[in-house]
């Protein structure tokens, strides 16, 4: 069955540090990748999506994710976090020939310390 | 370009009742879907519409239905409401019914307590 996995359910990093979050999905062929982001009281957010092609790909909001087909993961990157990235991050993944739905994993909630 | 818009943004209702939640998808956008958002489950799919037409369902009760109107507005109705039925539903659009390679452009939710 497909499914995404985020390990890290809250995560605490300082102002200015870098920033990963994890993301593991489970799916047979080459998925199509989200990270969405979700501020308290908002909806979701598109910060990036990977199709196909290099497998490094850039966002909004200066973030990045890297697909890695062998360790099947697709994690989010920021190399100085602020205190208005403070959230909660969504990744997902969008099966192929099911329109437009997404299969979520189930969130990792950024802190940021000043 | 306005966003996506849901009505209303916040409903109470008791069990047993049902409710309905409208979603304005952004203009010139022809697909609509819903996603239920609690603590214990997560984001969850629920349906998609495009053009009016039913193209995919969650893993949902019969209980929770949709429609999508001609203009592309879609509404979700939920009858026989359960405790655990309480949630944010959130609606979400994108221009074209094909793979999701689009962009789904989320609106802020309906938050739904069931007493």
């Known amino acids: 069955a497909q499914s995404v996995t985020q390990p890290d359910i809250h995560i605490t990093v300082s102002e200015g540090a870098s920033l990963e979050l994890r993301c593991n999905y489970s799916?047979?062929?080459?998925?199509?990748l989200f990270w969405y982001v979700q501020s308290p009281g908002q909806g979701l957010q598109l910060l990036l999506k990977?199709?196909?092609?290099?497998?490094l790909v850039q966002g909004i909001k200066g973030f990045e994710a890297e697909f890695k087909r062998s360790q099947s993961s697709f994690n989010l990157r920021k190399p100085s976090v602020h205190w208005s990235d403070a959230a909660e991050y969504f990744c997902a993944v969008g099966p192929y020939n099911q329109g437009g739905k997404l299969i979520f994993g189930q969130g990792t909630e950024l802190s940021v310390k000043p | 370009k306005a966003g996506v818009t849901q009505t209303p943004r916040y409903l109470i209702k008791t069990r047993g009742q049902q409710v309905t939640l409208s979603c304005s998808p952004i203009s010139g956008h022809r697909s609509v879907s819903w996603y239920q958002q609690t603590p214990g489950q997560g984001l969850q799919f629920l349906f998609e519409y495009f053009s009016e037409t039913q193209r995919n369902k969650g893993n949902f009760p019969g209980r929770f239905s949709g429609r999508q109107f001609s203009n592309s507005r879609s509404e979700m109705n939920v009858s026989t409401l359960e405790l655990g039925d309480s949630a944010l539903y959130l609606c979400?659009?994108?221009?074209?019914?094909?793979?999701?390679?689009?962009?789904?452009?989320f609106g802020p939710g309906t938050r739904l307590t069931v007493l």
């Open positions: 799916y047979g062929a080459t998925p199509y």
């Open positions: 979400a659009s994108r221009p074209g019914g094909g793979q999701s390679t689009d962009t789904q452009y």
């Open positions: 990977y199709f196909s092609g290099d497998t």
